[in-house]
């Protein structure tokens, strides 16, 4: 029977896994549970870890150090139980030949969602309007811009991720021209996706919105700058449910300034921006509080599919969503 180390502290154990989940843990094998409520240290796992054929990570897990690794002398299988993992293994986890596997595409569908709904909020200027309402106490405030909708538009998706893509699925209703820019994708595979293929200065150029989905990485970082956000056109809407960092926020902050597009950040670079932030004042963007993703839906969601994962190994299966070494420079 196998011996499952379940790494979680106690609270966000009980956010990820319903009682049905965890009975569907336990029927898997030895369940050992982290009683306390702290993520426990690498020192501690290496600790632990001995005789474990299986460890379920998440948010906050210890890293697998070397340490850690050579007392792991039964590891078969890391199941995270979130989106990404790069931060807490290395190559060597592959080395060992341990499966890896995350719960990502729980995560994609709130994403998504939330991009998608952004899109319409700000093409229909639906915060400033509610806020003018609430203000001038009048069911037609005064000074507004006409609201628009999403169809008929072009859309850029930076990034063919996961989340991208899951963009793109949400995207179908809607009548739109679907431009992508990513460099691991070819023109056929971004064709297969229902989309077009472009530079990111075309992107920037002619897409009425934007929408960030690339992984935060040494390639991306600061990867949309000034020149990219000069070439965005009058009305466009920029939309950032991704990693802050990707954007230069000085020159953003510049751009937004000129009132020619609006922008709807989830993430900012730092993040948080600090009280009073020139950012804050500006009446084109939207900011969220990094929500898109963290919905105890989704959390309920990557739990069950960490253990649906295990389920799927044990029994022989191929899990979901499986990480291999050649992947880690190049997600997030």
């Not at 049905?20 to 982290?34: I, K, P, S, Y």
């Not at 965005?232 to 990693?243: F, S, V, Y």
Request: glycine share 6%; aromatic share 6%.
């Amino acid at each position: 029977m196998p011996k499952i180390l379940v790494l979680p502290p106690s609270d966000l154990r009980m956010r990820l896994f319903t009682p049905d989940v965890e009975a569907r843990l336990r029927a898997l094998g030895q369940v050992l549970h982290n009683p306390g409520k702290e993520n426990y240290t690498s020192e501690e796992l290496a600790h632990l870890i001995p005789s474990c054929d299986a460890v379920v990570t998440s948010w906050g897990s210890p890293t697998f150090t070397s340490e850690v690794l050579e007392n792991a002398d039964s590891l078969k299988i890391i199941a995270h139980a979130a989106g990404s993992i790069k931060g807490i293994i290395s190559p060597e986890v592959f080395e060992r030949g341990i499966v890896v596997c995350t719960s990502q595409p729980a995560m994609s569908t709130s994403v998504a969602a939330m991009t998608v709904a952004m899109m319409e909020i700000m093409l229909r200027n639906v915060v400033n309007l509610a806020l003018a309402i609430r203000t001038q106490k009048r069911w037609k405030p005064e000074g507004m811009a006409q609201p628009r909708e999403l169809n008929g538009k072009r859309v850029g998706i930076v990034g063919a991720s996961l989340i991208g893509r899951e963009v793109i699925r949400f995207l179908q209703p809607w009548d739109v021209d679907i431009c992508i820019y990513d460099p691991y994708v070819s023109s056929k595979e971004a064709e297969d996706l229902g989309a077009r293929k472009v530079s990111l200065e075309e992107l920037f150029a002619e897409c009425d919105v934007i929408t960030i989905h690339a992984p935060l990485t040494e390639e991306t970082k600061g990867m949309v700058k000034k020149q990219h956000l000069q070439l965005i056109k009058e009305g466009a809407i920029l939309i950032n449910t991704a990693r802050g960092a990707i954007i230069d926020h000085i020159a953003l902050l510049e751009e937004l300034k000129t009132g020619r597009f609006s922008a709807a950040l989830d993430v900012t670079d730092p993040e948080p921006l600090p009280d009073g932030h020139e950012f804050f004042g500006l009446k084109n963007v939207v900011f969220t509080p990094h929500i898109s993703g963290g919905t105890p839906e989704m959390v309920r969601r990557q739990g069950e599919a960490a253990v649906r994962n295990l389920e799927l190994f044990f029994s022989g299966g191929t899990p979901n969503r499986l990480v291999t070494k050649e992947m880690l420079p190049i997600i997030a």
